[in-house]
Nanobody, 123 residues
Framework: QVQLVESGGGLVQAGGSLRLSCAAS????????MGWFRQAPGKEREFVAG????????AYADSVKGRCTISRSNARSTVYLQMNSLKPEDTAVYYC????????????????WGQGTQVTVSS
């Protein structure tokens, strides 16, 4: 059984930074592409960032490009999302995702989800 456990969310002022972590267990972490999605109240879940199994390829939503960095440690079975210059519109529940196959922006491409961690950015 795959488990993805996020941490690092919280309340931050606009312009601040947060680092989200997602610890994975249950199958060979280094074999799978990973990603982060987010869902704001009343909105659909949306892609934020993705990283290939090796860490050699990353992808970002336009809304976070230049402000967020996704990384991973296969030794620690953990994926990270460093978020800088946070804006109130970044407020959402952030979900860690393990893809079935390729990195895409589509939720249906995700095989496993974490429980989510709340990020709130105050203005």
């Amino acid at each position: 059984q795959v488990q993805l456990v996020e941490s690092g969310g919280g309340l931050v002022q606009a312009g601040g930074s947060l680092r989200l972590s997602c610890a994975a267990s249950g199958r060979t972490f280094s074999s799978y592409n990973m990603g982060w999605f987010r869902q704001a109240p009343g909105k659909e879940r949306e892609f934020v960032a993705g990283i290939s199994w090796s860490g050699g390829t990353t992808a970002y939503a336009d809304s976070v490009k230049g402000r967020c960095t996704i990384s991973r440690s296969n030794a620690r079975s953990t994926v990270y999302l460093q978020m800088n210059s946070l804006k109130p519109e970044d407020t959402a529940v952030y979900y860690c995702a393990q893809y079935s196959l390729s990195i895409t922006t589509v939720s249906s491409s995700v095989a496993y989800w974490g429980q989510g961690t709340q990020v709130t950015v105050s203005s």
